[in-house]
């Protein structure tokens, strides 16, 4: 569904992803996991088309992505799910979820999106009239997926749902995405909590300074000597 | 009546009048830069080439009229205002230091249609038909139709693109875009495009400005300075990209222009204007309702 051949994307001078190639399959659960700073978020800014690569070639349903602006590629069903949120804090739980529904695509099924978006977050529907600068850190975080949800996602690339959450909010947020992966969405996870989220995997990529040091299946990955430490390390930061 | 009240009074009034034409203006300064990022300093020009079009329209039909002038200017300036976008910011945006070189860019394009404006219309100042002609005296106070004519415009401007930005999807992309640019493109707003509109409508309004204070002033090549300049300072009080603050400071500050000018005289309004401008960079750089920067 989603291929990466030979990315390379620099920061200014900073040469943050090197050489990066795998597939995301569709209905997959493909988490990424690495340390802090190596790349693992410029990687899904480049695939979301907010930061260009330098070289090599992106390509989503067949469709070449590699330079595509943001707005056409969300139109593609291709949706980022941003750590920082980037929420309208002016604007209401409502208007937030509705601006996700921008591309056409989306426009057409905003209100069945919409209903499917509060059922899986009841808590939205409570204060869908509520500013989003209002909200806390777990009901935010909940509206940014929602958000995702409502541009008639095909894949999610969540960029750390779990940034700045008590680890129980941790846990509901990784339910509800499984959750939202079970349903058929296909699922591009950027983590650092691994041991929370990596029951649901399908499939696990590791990424240190920038370049692919593991990649493959959950199974393989949980054998793995040099992933082991990094799950028993907890939190790997 | 007492007939210190009655005269200050009228002088409320009269800086009402000119606070609503500031305020038009304002808002188009103030979004441009809430939405996208650029500040316009050919502004004063596109005021300028706003009244002069509206002055050609009116030497070419001897049987021109308002209604008409509007109804083809302002869409104009849009078009004009977006075409500009295109060619001069488009190409500049997210470079190195793009937000200093499209001030200098945009300060060049106005000694350009400045000085063009005076290769082709010469240095003679240019009038402008009046709107209206004639006065009403509600409550003994005088209240010329002009002026109330340039309230009512400038009034329903406002609202109507309060309403704009409100109802309308791309006015709510505006709104999106000035709230969070990042998350406008995760989205999938189509920003450039929205910057041009934003742009062509910033334009436009400056436009309506313009064709709305030439009938009390003239037009003349580097007329569009003075109320730049004074638009400029009443979006800096209000805060640069608040639409709600540069509202408020067009209605402070031309009420007390127009208390100055009253009491002082009218040489004492631009020293005004820039203690204003000093007192605001010295106490409050970011404004009443600030998001510069």
Redesign the interface.
């Known amino acids: 569904m989603l291929e990466l051949k030979n990315i390379n994307t620099y920061y200014g001078e900073f040469h943050a992803i090197r050489d990066i190639s795998f597939k995301v399959n569709q209905g997959d659960f493909f988490l990424v996991v690495g340390p802090n700073g190596h790349g693992k978020s410029t990687l899904l800014k480049t695939i979301?088309g907010?930061l260009r690569t330098a070289s090599g070639q992106i390509v989503f349903n067949t469709a070449e992505i590699t330079r595509a602006?943001?707005?056409k590629i969300?139109?593609m069903g291709l949706?980022?799910?941003?750590e920082?949120?980037?929420?309208?804090?002016?604007?209401t739980v409502l208007?937030n979820l509705k601006?996700?529904a921008?591309?056409t695509n989306?426009r057409a099924k905003e209100q069945e999106s919409l209903e499917y978006v509060f059922h899986l977050f009841p808590q939205l529907s409570e204060f869908k009239n509520r500013y989003a600068a209002t909200l806390s850190g777990g009901e935010a975080r909940m509206l940014t997926l929602g958000?995702g949800i409502m541009?008639c996602a095909k894949l999610l690339a969540i960029d750390e749902p779990s940034f700045g959450l008590a680890p129980i909010l941790r846990n509901e947020v990784f339910d509800k995405i499984n959750e939202i992966n079970s349903s058929g969405m296909t699922v591009l996870l950027v983590e650092q909590n691994v041991n929370q989220v990596v029951d649901f995997a399908d499939r696990i990529c590791l990424i240190e300074d920038g370049c692919i040091v593991f990649d493959g299946p959950r199974e393989e990955a949980l054998l793995n000597e040099h992933l082991k430490d990094v799950f028993l390390g907890g939190s790997y930061r | 009546m007492n007939i210190w009240v009655q005269q200050i009074i009228q002088v409320i009034i009269s800086g009402i009048v000119t606070a609503s034409a500031y305020a038009i203006m304002g808002i188009g300064l103030s979004v441009i830069y809430g939405i996208s990022r650029v500040f316009n300093f050919a502004y004063g020009s596109f005021f300028t080439w706003g009244a002069y079009f509206a002055w050609i329209l009116f030497a070419t039909f001897s049987w021109m009229n308002y209604p008409l002038v509007f109804l083809i200017v302002v869409p104009a300036m849009f078009f004009l205002g977006m075409g500009t976008e295109k060619v001069v910011v488009r190409s500049l945006r997210w470079r190195k230091n793009w937000q200093v070189t499209t001030m200098m860019v945009t300060l060049g394009l106005a000694f350009l249609m400045d000085n063009l404006a005076l290769v082709i219309f010469g240095g003679f100042a240019k009038p402008l038909p009046p709107l209206f002609h004639g006065a009403i005296n509600p409550f003994g106070f005088t209240l010329s139709v002009q002026d109330l004519a340039m309230l009512i415009i400038a009034v329903t401007v406002m609202i109507a693109f309060g309403l704009f930005l409100s109802k309308t999807r791309i006015g709510?992309?505006m709104?999106?875009i000035s709230?969070?640019m990042?998350?406008?493109?995760?989205?999938?707003?189509?920003?450039?495009k929205v910057f041009s509109y934003t742009f062509g409508l910033s334009t436009a309004l400056v436009g309506t400005g313009g064709i709305l204070l030439a009938p009390r002033y003239f037009i003349t090549p580097h007329g569009g300075w003075a109320p730049f300049f004074r638009v400029f300072v009443i979006v800096a009080f209000g805060g640069l990209g608040s639409i709600r603050g540069t509202l408020y400071a067009a209605f402070i500050l031309a009420i007390f222009e127009s208390f100055v000018s009253w009491s002082l005289g009218a040489t004492w309004v631009m020293p005004f204007w820039f203690l204003v401008f000093l007192g605001v960079l010295a106490f409050r750089p970011s404004g009443l309702m600030g998001t510069w920067g």
Not at chain 2, 182 to 192: F, H, L, N
């Open positions: 979301c907010l602006a943001t707005d969300v139109e949706v980022y799910v941003a920082e949120r980037h929420l309208f804090p002016q604007m208007d601006l996700g921008y591309n989306a958000r541009s | 709510r992309c709104q999106a709230q969070d990042t998350g406008a493109e995760i989205v999938g707003i189509p920003i450039k």
